[in-house]
C-alpha cells in the first residue's frame, strides 16, 4: 500500500502535468487536501510531506481537528461542507477560509461573527453550476446578487467561487459545465481584486478542471485512501 506522502507525491506530479499540458504556470493550481472522516495522525502524516492547505466538510469534526493541530500553526483550514447558522459562530472563530458560503444569511452571520484579532475570513461562493437538486450551492441567477453583498460585508474577502460539478458526466456535459464555470470565474476575476481562486476538481475530475482554469484542486480519496463510512 502506497504511503500518503507517496499519493501526495502523485498528485502534485499530476497537477504538474496538467499544468503544463494547457500552459498555465506550475504554481497556478494549489492543493487543497480533504481529509473529512480521517484521524489527525493522517492529517500529520500529510503535514510532515509538506502539506499546508487541508479542507473539512463537518463543522464539529472540523474544530476538533484544528484545535488539536493547533500548534501547526501554518496550516490553512478550509471549511467546504454546508453549514448551519448556528454553527457560523465556530466556523469564523476556527477557520481560515469558507468555501461553503451560498446564503445571505450564513455569510452575515460569518462576517458579524468573525472574532476581531483575526484577520478577515476569505470565503468563495458555493455555485450550483449543473442546477442539481439535491446539492447546495447558489444558481447562476443568483451569484451575482449574493457577490456583491459579501463585497460589502467587511469581515470577510471573497476569494471566489467553488464547485461541484455533478458526477459521472458525459465528457461534453464536463466540458460545458467546466466551460461555464471558467466563464463566470473570468467575468468577476477581472472586476473584483481578490477574486482569484476557482475552486473546482477532485480525485477522478482534476485533469479536466485544470484544463479549464481550475486554480485549486479538492482531493481526498486520491491522498487519504477511501472513506469507510457512509456519511461522506
Ligand atoms: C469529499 C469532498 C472532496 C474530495 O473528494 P474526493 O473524491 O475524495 O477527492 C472535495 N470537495 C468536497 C466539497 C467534498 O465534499
Known sequence: ???????????????????????????SVKLLAVSKTKPVSDIIAAYEAGQRLFGENYVQEGVDKVQELSHLSDIEWHMIG???????????????????????????????????????????????????????GINKEEFGYLAQLIEGLPRLVLRGIMAIPKANPSTQEQQATLSALKEIFDQYHTSLSNFDTLSVGMSNDMQEAIYHGSTMVRIGTAIFGQRNNTTS
Not at 104 to 123: C, M, S, T, Y
Open 1 to 27: 500500500m502506497q504511503t500518503i506522502a507517496e499519493r501526495l507525491e502523485t498528485a502534485h506530479a499530476e497537477i504538474a502535468s496538467a499544468t503544463a499540458k494547457s500552459h498555465r504556470p506550475s504554481n
Open 82 to 136: 454546508p453549514i448551519q447558522s448556528n454553527k457560523t459562530k465556530i466556523v469564523a472563530e476556527h477557520f481560515h477560509w469558507v468555501q461553503s458560503v451560498s446564503r445571505e444569511k450564513i455569510a452575515r452571520r460569518l462576517n458579524d461573527q468573525r472574532p476581531a484579532h483575526l484577520p478577515p475570513l476569505n470565503v468563495c461562493i458555493q455555485l450550483n453550476i449543473d442546477d442539481e437538486q439535491s446539492k447546495s
